[in-house]
Each structure stands twice: as structure tokens, then as C-alpha cells.
T-cell receptor, first 116, second 115 residues
Framework: AQKVTQAQTEISVVEKEDVTLDCVYETRDTTYYLFWYKQPPSGELVFLIRRNSFDEQNEISGRYSWNFQKSTSSFNFTITASQVVDSAVYFC?????????????FGTGTRLKVLA | DGGITQSPKYLFRKEGQNVTLSCEQN?????MYWYRQDPGQGLRLIYY???????QKGDIAEGYSVSREKKESFPLTVTSAQKNPTAFYLC??????????????FGPGTRLTVL
């Protein structure tokens, strides 16, 4: 069955520390997509990244980086030099290419608190 | 500016009443979705629509209804049959393709409280 696990319920760090948010997924499909979203206190989910199952290259965008490893079914997210504005709930999601059926599975989220 | 709007931001309802949540998008997206979010949980899919005048049940459709008469609009009605409707409701939209893997973009959400 498809599943996304974010084992870290809440993480607290001090500003300027690096922090990694873990995401482990389960799927039987060979073709799938992985996503990260940020949910600030305002509530709206903000799209951060989309990665397909055939592209295992790590990606960096400013202070954000993502490490995709198919061998361990993980898609971890690292924030370098964290800032207070990074405080939010972060969701990892999985979307499968399943013929005729829509599937977009979210993890339960990790709440990140960055302390000044 | 292109985006997704949801109204109202906060909604209070008495038990036994139906209530309709609005979702409008001007991104020219074909597909639209409704999710429910409860504290400490991920998002769960209520309904989705990939084309006008067509929609499909998600994982927790019971007690909810939708319509899709226009491409831009996908209202959600929370009926009195929904046993525990207090939650945060998020609407999303995406470009639709056969692969169903397009990125979803979300609105600001509506927080519904049943009194």
C-alpha cells in the first residue's frame, strides 16, 4: 500500500542551525512523484519541490536542499542556516501514476520551530 | 494575480445545518481538489474533479457534496450527515494530464467550526 511516513512530529532548533526533515515512502509503482510543501501559520500550503522517481539527483535551492534515495525510499529535506521564518509545518507527499486512479498521499507533517 | 481563493476564512455552523465552502481559481487549471486537515494529521482527500461537470469521490467523501459547473469554481457542501465536520478545509488545483501527477497549488483554507 502507498504510504508516506514523517516520523519527526516536531523539531526545535536555534536560528542558524541546519535541520533535516525526514520522509520515507512506500509504493509499488516504478513511476511516481514526490513533493514537499510548507504550511506556515496562515494555513496555506506552499509548494516547494516536485521530483520524479527517475531523477535521483539531489537538488539545492538557496538554503533548501533535497536528498532523494530510492534505495532507502527516502526523500529528505535539509534547511541550512535556519531562520525564524522557516517555522512551519512541512509535508511530504507521494503521487503515483496509476492508470485511471488518482492518488496523492500526504505524510502527517513535521512541525519545525526555529528559535531566535 | 493568478491564484486560488477560498471563502470565508472562518465559518461557524450549528449542528444540523448544511454549509457551503467556496473555492475559485483563475489559473486556468482543469483539475480541482478538496482536502480536509485535522490537527496533527496530514491532508485527506474529500473530492476531486478533473473536468467540468465531472467529479470523483476521494477517501472521505461521506457527508460532503460538490459541484463543478464552471472550470473556475468547485464549491464544497458540508452536509448535516457529516458526523465531525470541525476541521480545516483546503482547496487545490492543478493542470490535468493523463499521468495525474501534476503539482497541486493550494488556497488559503477555510476553518469550519461546528457549535
Amino acid at each position: 500500500a502507498q504510504k508516506v511516513t514523517q516520523a519527526q512530529t516536531e523539531i526545535s532548533v536555534v536560528e542558524k542551525e541546519d535541520v533535516t526533515l525526514d520522509c520515507v515512502y512506500e509504493t509499488r509503482d516504478t513511476t511516481y512523484y514526490l513533493f514537499w510543501y510548507k504550511q506556515p501559520p496562515s494555513g496555506e500550503l506552499v509548494f516547494l519541490i516536485r521530483r520524479n522517481s527517475f531523477d535521483e539527483q539531489n537538488e539545492i535551492s538557496g538554503r533548501y536542499s533535497w536528498n532523494f534515495q530510492k534505495s532507502t525510499s527516502s526523500f529528505n529535506f535539509t534547511i541550512t542556516a535556519s531562520q525564524v521564518v522557516d517555522s512551519a509545518v512541512y509535508f511530504c507527499a507521494l503521487s503515483e501514476v496509476t492508470s485511471g486512479t488518482y492518488k496523492y498521499i500526504f505524510g502527517t507533517g513535521t512541525r519545525l520551530k526555529v528559535l531566535a | 494575480d493568478g491564484g486560488i481563493t477560498q471563502s470565508p476564512k472562518y465559518l461557524f455552523r450549528k449542528e444540523g445545518q448544511n454549509v457551503t465552502l467556496s473555492c475559485e481559481q483563475n489559473l486556468n487549471h482543469d483539475a480541482m481538489y478538496w482536502y480536509r486537515q485535522d490537527p496533527g494529521q496530514g491532508l485527506r482527500l474529500i473530492y476531486y474533479s478533473q473536468i467540468v461537470n465531472d467529479f470523483q469521490k476521494g477517501d472521505i467523501a461521506e457527508g460532503y457534496s460538490v459541484s463543478r459547473e464552471k472550470k473556475e469554481s468547485f464549491p464544497l457542501t458540508v452536509t448535516s450527515a457529516q458526523k465531525n465536520p470541525t476541521a480545516f478545509y483546503l482547496c487545490a488545483s492543478s493542470v490535468f494530464s493523463q499521468s495525474n501527477t501534476d503539482t497541486q497549488y493550494f488556497g488559503p483554507g477555510t476553518r469550519l467550526t461546528v457549535l
